[in-house]
């Protein structure tokens, strides 16, 4: 189990590299040898392959290999069975170079002194929800208080679900933590082993007839929702600016084909490379509006997000170092992608509340 104590130690052999990346930077060039991209998850048994995000759709699609193959820049995507943490030491170590992340990793590393610049918004708006056994006798948020409660440690849905636990007066402590995955964590409560979990996904049918749907957040609650985006690091866009912009106008053009309903099938059979069953896939994502679900702006609602998601981590005591969320988000690149590609206004805007739209 990631307990805060855990994620301190991890957070604690993260080293310290501000003042390396905040060194001098290497004169630009216009592109790399190789761009190197972080995902934080693997399909079923380890097959490199995720779904969830127009990040998915970039790889599967080589998009990025078609941006840069003139070039001979090499493209290499890797995938980590150990989510965020496991991303975040890759980042540590120089591996990467972008990185598909969730707020609640992101923020652990930059706390860590790991400079990163915020590029793309690559999710947000997912909901989470609360499964419990049908024997457990749990019927809201309030009923977990001593309960055994499955979640994925040390990711971004360890951060949606503090806030859930908050907005019943509840916290970690009230609860016995267990961590793991969402499925196998759906398999355990259906078993009886445990007595909750919370997901980020619609477990499949044979799982579902024996779970209970307590709470979900969603529309109406955004602030309760899940938050990812593509980052890159400072040291690789102070060398490769141009490089940079060509990525995130390839990552809204992404966005854009992920946005249109006809290309719904096409976005499943994506997904469907996991190894997850269509059914599972299906029951996940047909309630979302794609044209929100694949927005990549960073609109009022997202910048709050963020800046909400940093606050929250240092009152749930998920770090211990204050992170700066000013200067954190570049917006410079998703303009110019937005402006190239004629995308500009394309996907709504919401206040900082994510309800009330604008414009």
Same mark, same amino acid.
């Given at each position: ?72 820049? $090499? ?40 400079? *990163? ?77 445990? =007595? ?5 996904? *619609?477990?499949? $049918? ?12 969603? /529309?109406? *609650? /955004? ?53 997850? /069953? /269509? ?32 606050? =929250? ?7 211990? *170092? ?28 919401? $206040? ?8």
């Amino acid at each position: 189990m990631l307990t805060r104590r855990r994620l301190a130690a991890f957070t604690a052999g993260l080293p310290l590299l501000g003042g390396v990346l905040a060194g001098k930077p290497a004169q630009a060039e216009a592109s790399p040898k190789q761009i190197r991209i972080g995902v934080p998850m693997t399909g079923l048994g380890g097959r490199p392959f995720s779904m969830g995000s127009y990040i998915s759709v970039i790889h599967v699609q080589g998009r990025l290999e078609k941006e840069f193959g003139p070039d001979g820049t $090499a493209i290499e995507w890797h995938f980590y069975s150990g989510a965020g943490p496991a991303v975040n030491e890759a980042l540590a170590e120089g591996a990467l170079d972008f990185a598909w992340q969730g707020d609640l990793p992101e923020i652990v590393a930059r706390s860590r002194g790991l400079l *990163t610049q915020q590029i793309l918004v690559a999710g947000n708006r997912l909901p989470i929800s609360l499964l419990v056994s049908r024997k457990s006798g749990i019927t809201s948020l309030a009923g977990l208080k001593g309960k055994t409660v499955a979640n994925f440690q040390g990711t971004t849905l360890q951060l949606a679900a503090d806030r859930i636990l908050a907005s019943a007066g509840l916290s970690e402590n009230d609860i016995k933590i267990v961590n793991l995955d969402p499925l196998t964590a759906a398999e355990a409560v259906a078993q009886g082993q445990i =007595d909750a979990t919370f997901t980020e996904f *619609t477990p499949p $049918a044979r799982l579902a007839q024996l779970l209970n749907t307590v709470f979900t957040s969603g /529309p109406k *609650t /955004p602030v309760l929702t899940a938050q990812s985006s593509l980052i890159v690091t400072s040291s690789f866009a102070a060398a490769y600016p141009d490089a940079v912009d060509r990525v995130a106008r390839v990552g809204v053009e992404a966005a854009h084909w992920t946005a249109q309903e006809q290309n719904r099938a096409a976005l499943y059979a994506i997904f469907d490379k996991t190894g997850y /069953p /269509p059914a599972y896939i299906q029951a996940a994502y047909d309630g979302f509006e794609l044209k929100q679900f694949s927005a990549p702006i960073w609109d009022d609602f997202a910048t709050a997000q963020l800046a909400r998601s940093v606050a =929250d981590c240092t009152k749930y005591g998920l770090i211990r *170092t204050p992170v700066a969320v000013e200067g954190w988000v570049n917006p410079a690149p998703l303009q110019r992608a937005l402006a190239t590609t004629g995308l500009t206004g394309y996907w709504q805007h919401f $206040a900082t509340d994510g309800t009330t739209r604008l414009g």
